[in-house]
């Protein structure tokens, strides 16, 4: 069921929330402070260090020394996190790794930040989602 309720703004905000709204394809402010509100709530739940999935994405030089060793050996140290990895070989030298895992926020970030700070990773991302169940 949804609920009204009135939000006072400087003029200023208001433009730069509408400016933002056009540039993200919201509908309507309603639909925009909905998501924003939400996106703020599941970062508090990372923070709480709830159950998340997470993807972690690298790409990488396969010709560094060590370095898939390394990643094997850091996604055997997080085996139970970790649901499935996805290798793609991008050109001669590339690699992507795409691995999928599942657990509390806090060790999902510590396993990424483990695997994005290896030497001869040229980018890395995690991107972590909740079913947000409680907030809907
Ligand atoms: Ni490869």
């Known amino acids: 069921m949804l609920k009204r309720f009135s939000v006072s703004l400087e003029r200023q905000l208001l433009e730069k929330f509408d400016d933002y709204i056009s540039r993200h394809g919201y509908s309507n402010r ?60 991008m050109d001669h030298h590339n690699c992507l790794e795409v691995t999928i895992v599942k657990g509390g926020a806090m060790l999902v970030q510590e396993l990424a930040e483990n695997m994005i700070a290896l030497r001869g990773v040229k980018t890395g991302n995690l991107t972590m989602s909740s079913t947000g169940d409680d907030l809907h």
């Open 30 to 89: 309603s639909e925009a402070i909905r998501d924003l509100i939400r996106k703020r709530l599941v970062n508090e739940q990372w923070a709480d260090n709830s159950k998340v999935v997470g993807v972690v994405t690298l790409v990488y030089d396969h010709h560094q020394a060590q370095l898939q060793e390394r990643i094997t050996e850091l996604q055997h140290n997080y085996y139970k996190l970790i649901t499935s990895t996805t290798h793609v070989h």
